[in-house]
């Protein structure tokens, strides 16, 4: 069933292996405001998450959507899949969120309201200078904070959390940098939309969150994901400088 009516919201939230999480989050997310909607976007879950998402589907008929893919191919690839999908609908805002209950829904009514004065709201585990952020041992806080403040440093992006995965965008800023030429796949991908988006002139604005590491189920990040944030973060800038983003 398609949506209908203007200044619908998208929430793309991607799975793999999340049958028990999903349960729990979608219905937190609907009932935060009736303009959102939720697409489960799952890489072939082995757990049975896609079937999870097809029965809650049923149980939210016109507000959950479910997108099933192939196989498992990075955040990045579908969120751009999730994204296309919402772009080809009257979707007027777009938002990223885990599955795992680390992004606190209570916060997207502040998202609405902001998106109202700005073009892209980033929920921020940092902003005012804290880590706000439950049960992370020291090392991923660590590697997280340093994260944010090494592509900050390197692009210029005027974010405090350049990495977090919980933001809203309005249509125009993801139909305007052109979805199909990141490259970025793992939390580098977070990196680049934001620094796309502000390359391309709109509006930034931070709204900090508490950020909560998920109880159950495994972190998808990996040596391989920290690498390539690594080293990405130099090639959009040199992008930026030859004016070829």
């Known amino acids: 069933m398609s949506p209908e009516g203007p200044q619908l919201t998208l929430v793309v939230i991607p799975t793999y292996n999340e049958r028990d999480s999903l349960p729990r ?10 303009s959102l909607h939720v697409l489960v976007v799952d890489d072939a879950s082995p757990d049975g998450t896609g079937e999870v998402a097809e ?40 938002c990223e969120m885990d599955a795992d209950l680390s992004h606190p829904p209570e916060r997207l009514p502040d998202f609405l309201e902001a998106l109202d004065e700005v073009d892209v709201v980033v929920g921020s585990r940092y902003v005012g200078g804290r880590a706000n952020v439950v049960n992370w041992p020291i090392t991923r806080l660590f590697i997280s904070v340093f994260g944010s403040w090494y592509a900050r440093t390197i692009t210029g992006l005027p974010l405090s959390d350049a990495t977090g995965g919980f933001n809203m965008f ?9 979805l199909d030429r990141i490259q970025s796949n793992g939390y580098s991908f977070q990196i680049e939309l934001k620094f796309r988006a502000w390359k391309k002139g709109f509006t930034l604005r931070e709204i900090p969150i508490v950020f909560t590491e998920r109880a159950e189920g495994e972190s998808k990040m ?24």
Do not use: N
């Open 25 to 34: 989050i979608v219905p937190m997310v609907l009932s935060q405001d009736p």
């Open 55 to 94: 029965e809650l589907a049923r149980e939210h008929p016109g507000r959950v959507h479910v997108l099933h893919r192939d196989a498992k191919e990075g955040l990045g690839r579908a969120y751009v899949a999730g994204f296309e999908w919402g772009l080809a609908r009257p979707y007027a805002r777009l």
């Open 170 to 178: 309005r249509r125009e800023v993801l139909e305007t940098i052109q």
């Open 222 to 245: 990996s040596r391989a994901i920290v690498r390539e944030a690594i080293w990405r973060v130099w090639k959009l800038r040199i992008l930026s400088v030859m004016r070829r983003l």
